[in-house]
Nanobody, 127 residues
Framework: EVQLVESGGGLVQAGGSLRLSCVFS????????VGWFRQVSGKEREGVSCIDGNDYRSYYADAVKGRFTISIDNSKNTVYLEMNTLKPEDTAVYYCAASSLPFSSTYYLHENEYGYWGQGTKVTVSS
């Protein structure tokens, strides 16, 4: 059974940093893509970042490029999202998701490609 558990959300001031963690189980990372998505109440969920388990390439939404970094610690079955220079518009519930490979990298930040989701962790950035 695939499971994803996020943690690390919280309240931070603008310009600050947070690191989100996604502990996964039930699959081999090398056969999956793991992505981070976020959702503001009343809005559609948007893709933030993804890491390809086959080649470890990472992908980012334009809104977070240069500020967020996705990484994997295979020894801990954990995918991280390091978020720096946070802005109030980064406030959202952040979700970790997984999808079996292969599928086109064009869709790595598309939520419809992902069948497994965590419960989310809330990030609030105050101005």
């Amino acid at each position: 059974e695939v499971q994803l558990v996020e943690s690390g959300g919280g309240l931070v001031q603008a310009g600050g940093s947070l690191r989100l963690s996604c502990v996964f189980s039930g699959f081999t990372f090398g056969d999956y893509a793991v992505g981070w998505f976020r959702q503001v109440s009343g809005k559609e969920r948007e893709g933030v970042s993804c890491i390809d388990g086959n080649d470890y390439r990472s992908y980012y939404a334009d809104a977070v490029k240069g500020r967020f970094t996705i990484s994997i610690d295979n020894s801990k079955n954990t995918v991280y999202l390091e978020m720096n220079t946070l802005k109030p518009e980064d406030t959202a519930v952040y979700y970790c998701a997984a999808s079996s490979l292969p599928f086109s990298s064009t869709y790595y930040l598309h939520e419809n490609e992902y069948g497994y989701w965590g419960q989310g962790t809330k990030v609030t950035v105050s101005s």
